[in-house]
């Protein structure tokens, strides 16, 4: 946690009289037969959102049915309230408005950063009320990535540290750039944090439980070749091929029917969201008494002060 959709289906019915997720988002229109049937509805038109200062941008390329997200929040991406809504909003933007897209790129524009997680300034002699705000957008900002209906690619081009590492876990597929600079895992327990439960569990899930085990405790971060070995990533891949690659596998994604692909997604996923909703509240609850704690504002206030002496010298 250094500077660390609802898409839960519902019994209610849309207009049409079918089962909506939480949202109102229609699962017709995620997978309407016509949209493949009928080649000319996606247009040659490419769709870009956001000005550059924005902290996410989106673009959406329509007739590969592609769209990327790109991260902007300097200088290192790190997850403030702000970011996470962000990020959800403009994730439901391109889900709801483009139902014909498939893939999404997830991008920094810093070539050195994906995320450095959480923003410490969020976590350090916080306003409680912001507080709450701020861990209940970051819950939120999990659910919606790892239940999004579209395929999302991770091109992880430098650091993603603690929830940037999150992050890249929640995406259907991870591509790191092969530079040994760059690293990637779960490094709270470094501040004197340990990952919430959800966040462990995710971990367990993605590299196994001895392996999550060490890297939860010791706060470990693997350089590309140790993260595709414990299967962090999924392919290590040379800068000047990775734009072409994370192309080629945004592609492979969206070339699978999108009813099978969505519904075989929900059905390994969904019922660990579901227990995070099940336990929302004391979650936030045992997150909020844990960061208020003395010890742990000291520990926060003794690594800022670190930062500081490193930048300096």
Known sequence: WIAIREYIFCKSKNS?????????????????SSIYKN???????FFSTGKVNDIVTTEVDEKDAVATMVFNRPPVNSLSLEMCQTISQNLKHIENNHPHIQSLLLKSSNPNIFSAGIAIEELHNPDPHRLAQFWT???????DLYTSRLAVIAVIQGHAIAGGCLIAMCADYRVMISKKTATIGLSETKLGIS???????LMVRTVGTREAEKGLCLGLLYVPGQAMGIGLVDEVVEEKKMEERAREVAMMWT????????KSKMDCRMR?????????????????????????QRNLGLYI???KTKKAS
């Open 255 to 262: 070339g699978i029917p999108p009813e099978a692909r969505v």
């Open 137 to 143: 957008s970051f819950q939120q900002l999990f659910i």
């Open 272 to 296: 660990y969201v579901e227990d995070l909703e099940r336990s929302r509240k004391d979650d936030l609850d045992s997150f909020c008494e844990f960061v208020l704690r003395e010890g742990v």
């Open 39 to 45: 080649k000319n509805l996606l247009t040659s038109a």
């Open 195 to 201: 990952a919430p439960l959800w966040m462990a569990d």
């Open 16 to 32: 049409n009289g079918m089962i909506s997720p939480v949202g109102g988002f229609s699962w017709g229109r995620i997978i309407s």
């Open 305 to 307: 002060e670190k930062l």
